[in-house]
């Protein structure tokens, strides 16, 4: 079993930046995804990193403004967020998936964090 727990949400003005950090409760070699869920909107993908961080994959809506890393000595996954706007606000969440495959789908993830809320103001 894994266990996920992300950190780093809280209140941004637009144009502003935020880091999350998803700690993993052990050294694994699985692919990492951020999803998101705004109120009244479904879970969306954001991004996802192949197991050592060699291939990343982002959402369009977020491309050029985010960006998915990992320490794999520190079990960790980041978000870092740039030029945040109203429209990012959502609960985030990190995931874990055994595959490398369809890193986008939700459905290929097994192991999931309880979430992190960012709030971008106007």
């Known amino acids: 079993q894994v266990q996920l727990v992300e950190s780093g949400g809280g209140l941004v003005q637009a144009g502003g930046s935020l880091r999350l950090s998803c700690v993993v409760s052990?050294?694994?070699?699985?692919?990492m995804g951020w999803f998101r869920q705004a109120p009244g909107k479904e879970r969306e993908f954001v991004a996802a990193?192949?197991?050592?961080?060699?291939?990343?994959y982002y959402a369009n809506s977020v491309k050029a403004r985010f960006t998915i890393s990992r320490d794999n000595a520190k079990n960790t996954v980041y978000l870092q967020m740039n030029s945040l706007k109203p429209e990012d606000t959502a609960v985030y969440y990190c995931?874990?998936?055994?595959?490398?495959?369809?890193?986008?789908?939700?459905?290929?993830?097994?192991?999931w964090g309880q979430g992190t809320q960012v709030t971008v103001s106007s």
């Open positions: 990193t192949d197991w050592n961080g060699g291939s990343t």
């Open positions: 995931a874990a998936s055994r595959t490398s495959d369809r890193l986008a789908a939700e459905s290929m993830y097994e192991f």
């Open positions: 052990r050294r694994t070699l699985y692919a």
